[in-house]
């Protein structure tokens, strides 16, 4: 804690792409950094989808964050809740340790999902932020086809074959691309009574496109590429409700009805509950998902130590739209905020962030991507090769990138999903997750976890 | 399921080493098989301390079962829950599919933990059986450093880092081992306030001397090791009381209490629950840990279609103790009982089982082992060196094999652990875990799984 240290104090509040390259770049610097978070790991967001849908587990895509910061003598790792800031004591209110105090403050909480006012669709149509979320979607995914295999009525096994995907953004294209994969390859013989090819992945987008964000020649490719592959892609779509076993969609005046008992949620996000701290005690302004609107510098309006980075913050002084929540404005983010405090320090200023965009790129599945350069557009399998290597080589730690390299070309050659367990409380009782059954447990829990079958 | 069908159906409860084993001898029988099992994948036990402290992944020691038999055209499986068995109309009763019909049964459902009648010490000291068993305990061991560093109270913080192992077998001879290196070698550097390699462990077993099954001299050995690498061993103490922050031991007439906030048991295992049904419904006679006595051809008596075989059988028809509950009898016990299927159908018998003891194995940590063999008896690299190959070896699947060798020589080389995740519900609340504290949680569990830090 050193607070009697006469170094200045910088206080890091989130260990994502964000706040880990911040501590990163202050490495050498004359500060000394404390680095709190609720997890001890970084997690490499960009492939979650690859956990929950079987083909990476946690421990690959995630580093533990004092391993990173070992070699940082200047850094502190605190484990623990932020529940409150005191921007006026320059203070940090943690959960479960003392008031931590800062010379300057990165808050690089992130985002949640979004469920545009219908929470309770949150347990009928889980989200893909967390690991557990991805074990828990991995869950959902392969205990779907379990239940299929048992399922006695047509109908009924009909609809635990129907996925549906709730947003056609990157991680909406990837999830529908990946459980193709699992339907068509992976689980190719494993059953006897159902054919997994016959499951239906249905895509729903609310905009008239996937991949909004990119240029309509590569939505179009994408949208081909997917449908190629067996994907029902519903544009101009909007769900109106969401029930244990059916999807209501307006498609113009027409609704429709979905029988599907695998609801996956990756429509929206909003502001991690940081945001609303930071405009309690700054009047900082939030935009409607609950992002901190950042000054030029990054800074929150008036209070020039304290920084909002990452998916939390809502910067608006480049382009005419808040630059996207993805890893590289994240990293660069990051890596300025480090600069900017390094400067200060020495007296000297720093010209207004500006973030350099390399260009971006979505994976479809195996062999098919697309990428926008500034220079170019690609698709296909070039799009897809320079996806995997890309994802490679940000991956944080050298034997994560040896081992996903291993397990990646594994499974591309064989198709397998190596990782696919059905794991965690629920998963010894398949059936808890049919909702709209009548099951009683005949064991209380405590039997059920000594029982082995 | 195929209810019309001539042939003859063998059903087979449990996925584990003997249960897969029958399965996989059955693949070319004139049968039709069922394998029920409540997980959809197999484990491979023996490295499950591995997952429990950090080594390897959940899906590096566990394959899916339909994986497994997927090229088996005459098997099938389900994933349920057996409830009931009912010999006389020769029926399996599951919780959520319709009764399977078997012209031969064989349970092997295996063992779950043993707290000698101290059922309330469970959760104050948790086994390590499932996979979920061990995240938690991966959880707990690395929660506890992360507590200590956050601990103001000196004894507190004492007794955080203290890890009590209740039983010396070669589960808690490997225990003890791999969080002696954890503390000494994985996380150094990794805190600021404390250094994990004060960190005590301390190992407890009530006979008196560790490994009991093996001769005198290689327990001799492993306790040398582990006092070598700084464990405590206590040999004739018996644990008479666990509160969630000691341990009672009482040595001879003296009674010591233990400070620790992490107790780990690997002390004794019961029969799962599937034993008491077994002697409910055939009149089978149990031994004082549940397992179910077998005949010589590891039938049960009276019923010589239905088998009893891994660690749920207690096999008294050879040396004068039952055969011990590790993976080669269970091998060699579902292999057996396939080729005894397979003789009864073409009219033939079998000479009664014979186990064929290979030699033990028990791994003390980096470059320490005990072995023995008949004919030879080894300890120090020597072994550990026979120990790793053996266990790569019987990996069951190929891209398992490739992963955990990779892991291995990886973590060899860099004393690394990177599958050090805190993860699961009780991850984003470490003062949760704190079982004396009168911590109060300010956000509802909704809330905490939205908000990031």
Tied chains: 1, 2.
Excluded at 111 to 120: A, Q
Excluded at 302 to 329: E, S
Excluded at 430 to 437: E, Q
């Amino acid at each position: 804690m050193n607070q009697l240290s006469q170094k200045h104090q910088v206080v890091i509040i989130g260990g994502g792409f964000a706040g880990l390259n911040t501590a990163k770049a202050l490495k050498y610097a004359p500060v000394e950094v404390t680095l709190i978070d609720k997890r001890n790991f970084h997690l490499f967001q960009p492939l979650l989808y690859q956990v929950a849908t079987g083909t990476l587990s946690p421990a690959d895509i995630s580093t533990p964050l004092r391993l990173v910061l070992r070699k940082h003598q200047n850094t502190q790792v605190i484990l623990d809740e932020v529940i409150d800031i005191n921007p006026t004591q320059q203070q940090v209110i943690l959960n479960d340790h003392p008031p931590v105090p800062y010379n300057t403050l990165i808050v690089a909480t992130g985002v949640s999902h979004h469920y545009f006012g219908n929470d309770h669709w949150q347990p009928l149509a889980p989200g893909l932020k967390t690991i557990e979320d991805a074990v828990n979607m991995r869950r959902q995914i392969f205990a779907a086809f379990e239940a299929a295999e048992k399922e006695l009525d047509p109908e009924q096994q009909k609809a635990w074959l129907t996925f549906v995907i709730v947003g056609g953004g990157p991680t909406g294209v990837e999830l529908a691309g990946a459980i193709t994969e699992i339907a068509n390859s992976s689980l190719k013989g494993d059953f006897r009574r159902i054919d997994p090819s016959e499951a239906k992945i249905i895509l729903i987008e609310g905009l008239d496109r996937l991949l909004p964000p990119y240029t309509p020649d590569l939505s179009a490719k994408a949208e081909e590429t997917l449908a190629n592959r067996g994907v029902t892609v519903m544009t101009k779509a909007m769900v109106t409700d969401i029930q244990a076993d059916r999807v209501t969609v307006k498609v113009g005046e027409d609704v429709q009805q979905i029988s599907a008992k695998t609801i996956l949620w990756a429509a929206g996000v909003k502001a991690s509950k940081m945001g609303e701290i930071i405009a309690q005690r700054t009047q900082a302004k939030l935009d409607r998902v609950g992002r901190v609107m950042v000054e030029s510098d990054l800074s929150v309006a008036g209070y020039p130590n304290v920084f909002v980075i990452g998916d939390l913050a809502n910067f608006m002084h480049q382009g005419d739209k808040p630059l996207p929540g993805v890893a590289p404005v994240a990293v660069q983010e990051g890596k300025y905020v480090a600069k900017l405090i390094t400067k200060r320090i020495n007296g000297e200023s720093l010209e207004p962030f500006v973030y350099s965009d390399a260009g971006s790129l979505a994976v479809i599945g195996q062999n098919a991507a697309v990428a926008d350069f500034k220079f170019v557009r690609l698709s296909g399998f070039i799009a897809w090769f320079i996806w995997v290597w890309a994802h490679i080589y940000y991956l944080i730690e050298f034997d994560n990138k040896l081992i996903v390299m291993f397990e990646w070309a594994w499974n591309y050659f064989t198709k397998g999903r190596g990782a696919r367990l059905i794991t965690g409380e629920a998963s010894s009782d398949l059936a808890s997750m049919i909702p709209d059954t009548s099951y009683e447990p005949t064991l209380n829990k405590m039997e059920q976890a000594t029982a082995k079958v």
